[in-house]
């Protein structure tokens, strides 16, 4: 292993027994490779390593593996080489215009245990940078911390599904590295913008709110997208959402996530438009942990508000919105009113999401051991309202939800009790 010409990428590769998917990381070997000389002393030394997990917090068997095979890299010089390439690419992916941690390959299992680590060594080999980036903005270590809490909470869920500690989640570290999503309190918080074409429209009189269908978007007669689920329906309609002078003519949604056929006039007077693609917002994330019981969420979106206006006051944005499977409003035939999912449901504005289908739910209920409604795990009620509705031939789903800060105080399920007695009222 010592004779492998790190500078080259062939040579490395070939030492590694990484096969074509490797290719990515073949641009910007040179240059990466050229800046080790200059930086990379410290990199992935035990006294780094620790300095990190320290600051994380990490719990001690976490820690323990991490630094046991943090020695491979001492052994194989190819993989730290590899490891810095990565961390280059992470980064500084914006100057470099490398490719994506997206299109990273996992390692071969042939480099042990540490392979499964590898993308964990390469996102910690920065903590202290972000630290420090946060700084300058103002915001305290206390939410650096929770932020990066995701790093410990992905290792722990690489271990339940594969019985060692690993960590595949690098794509999506990229947003906390970034400094675009913070976890405050229960929720974490994405900055981003509006991209869907439902139009909300807020009656300027009595603070109403309706979401309208996007023109032209087919939807199935259950009120879900023609294709979602991947089910089609011959009878799918197409909405319609024209915004006149006078009245504003469209089909609504539900605000429990059903488009409905039929169509209604409003008077523009009346009704003024409040969200169109392009708009900022802030994604709501909701990682595993404790329960999600109202007082903390509610704590989290005022959390929320207060630190954003006070460290990124130009990312004005309009709403909070989040895509998930606990939005589908079919749970709520199932679960009591108490459930926590259930009245996290009724906060949001729900919509059908184009695309919709099962996968997050079933990979989020049954760890990624899901095969089949006969030997699926049935240990909570959700798992076995799950089981059960898909023996009767029900489909689950992701689905789209939207609140808008200035209705977060209206009440815990505001949009429905806006919605009785017009024709996009929720069945009792
Ligand atoms: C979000 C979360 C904390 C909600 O759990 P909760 O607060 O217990 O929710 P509820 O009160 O509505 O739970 C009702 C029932 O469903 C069960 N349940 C809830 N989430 C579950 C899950 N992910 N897997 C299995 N069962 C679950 C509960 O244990 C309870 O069953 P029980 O009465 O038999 O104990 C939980 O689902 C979770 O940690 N999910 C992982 C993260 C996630 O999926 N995020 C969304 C990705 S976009």
């Given amino acids: 292993m010592n004779a492998v010409d790190l500078a080259d990428f062939d040579a490395v590769k070939r030492a590694l027994g990484l096969n074509d998917e490797a290719e990515v990381w073949r641009a910007g070997w040179a240059a990466s490779q050229g800046s080790y000389a200059r930086e990379g ?41 590899l490891a810095w390439h990565c961390r280059a690419l ?36 920065g903590v202290r940078a972000l630290q420090a ?103 799918a309609s197409s909405a319609q959402y024209r915004p006149g002078h006078k009245i504003i003519r469209g089909n609504p949604v539900r605000p429990d996530g059903v488009a409905l056929t039929e169509v209604v006039s409003l008077p523009t007077v009346e009704w003024e438009p409040m969200l169109k693609r392009g708009d900022r917002t802030l994604g709501v994330h909701i990682p595993e942990g404790e329960r999600l019981t109202p007082e903390a969420c509610t704590d989290a979106f005022e959390h929320a508000e207060g630190f954003f206006a006070m460290y990124f006051p130009d990312h004005d944005y309009k709403a909070f919105e989040t895509d998930s499977w606990l939005l589908d409003c079919q749970h709520a035939a199932y679960l009591p009113e108490s459930s926590n999912i259930v009245r996290f449901q009724q906060r949001f504005y729900v919509l059908p999401g184009p695309d919709a289908d099962d996968e997050q739910l079933l990979d989020r209920v049954f760890f990624g051991k899901f095969k089949d409604v006969d030997t699926a795990p049935r240990d909570t009620a959700l798992q076995r309202h799950i089981v059960a509705h898909m023996r009767q031939g029900g489909r689950w789903r992701t689905a789209l939800g939207v609140i808008f800060p200035e209705d977060l105080g209206r009440g815990p399920h505001y949009y429905r009790d806006c919605a009785a007695g017009t024709p996009w009222q929720c069945p009792a």
């Fill in 90 to 125: 992470f980064f500084r992916r914006a100057d470099m215009g490398y490719p994506p941690p997206a299109s990273w390959p996992p390692l071969p299992p042939t480099l042990g245990d540490a392979a499964h680590l590898f993308y964990a060594y390469v996102v910690l080999a």
């Fill in 41 to 81: 002393e410290r990199f992935l030394d035990a006294a780094t390593l620790e300095d990190a997990c320290r600051f994380l917090r990490m719990a001690p068997d976490l820690k323990a593996a991490l630094a046991e095979h943090r020695t491979v890299f001492d052994k194989v010089p190819a993989l730290k080489r």
């Fill in 133 to 235: 980036e946060h700084h300058l903005k103002g915001v305290p270590d206390e939410i650096t911390v929770e932020t990066l809490r995701d790093i410990e909470r992905w290792m722990e869920d690489y271990r339940a599904r594969h019985g060692v500690y690993g960590f595949d989640k690098v794509r999506w570290l990229e947003l906390h590295f970034t400094c675009r999503l913070f976890q405050l309190g229960r929720l974490q918080f994405e900055m981003r913008t509006w991209a869907f074409d439902f139009t909300f429209l807020r009656d300027r009189f009595t603070q109403r709110v309706v979401a309208m269908c996007p023109d032209g978007a087919r939807f199935r007669r259950d009120g879900q997208w023609d294709g979602a689920d991947g089910v089609r329906d011959p009878q």
